[in-house]
Nanobody, 126 residues
Framework: DVQLQASGGGLVQPGGSLRLSCDVSGFDSGYYAIGWFRQAPGKPREGIIC????????YYGKSTKGRFTISRDNAKNTLYLQMNSLKPEDTAVYYC???????????????????WGQGTQLTVSS
């Protein structure tokens, strides 16, 4: 079974940094799309950074571009989201998602992903 487990959320002051982790298991091969999404109360789920491992294409959401980056540890099957210069408007539940059928044109769409982690809360507040 495919499993994704996000962790690392918490309370951070504005301007601070935090790194989220997503442990991934169960995909048959190393080629699948994987991304970070977030959802604030009353708002739709938003793609932050999504990567298609098959062709290397990456989608960067406008609101976090330049402040957030992704990296992966293939040995641990873990995806990371490094978040810098955090703002109160970054407050949301953060999710990781993966799917081997997602193509580059739909990387940013949460509806394209079948496999989701449980979400981890980030609160940016002084």
């Amino acid at each position: 079974d495919v499993q994704l487990q996000a962790s690392g959320g918490g309370l951070v002051q504005p301007g601070g940094s935090l790194r989220l982790s997503c442990d991934v298991s169960g995909f048959d091969s190393g080629y699948y799309a994987i991304g970070w999404f977030r959802q604030a109360p009353g708002k739709p789920r938003e793609g932050i950074i999504c990567n298609n491992q098959f062709d290397g294409n990456t989608y960067y959401g406008k609101s976090t571009k330049g402040r957030f980056t992704i990296s992966r540890d293939n040995a641990k099957n873990t995806l990371y989201l490094q978040m810098n210069s955090l703002k109160p408007e970054d407050t949301a539940v953060y999710y990781c998602a993966g799917d081997p059928t997602v193509i580059t044109s739909t990387l940013r769409l949460s509806s394209a992903y079948h496999y989701w982690g449980q979400g981890t809360q980030l609160t940016v507040s002084s």
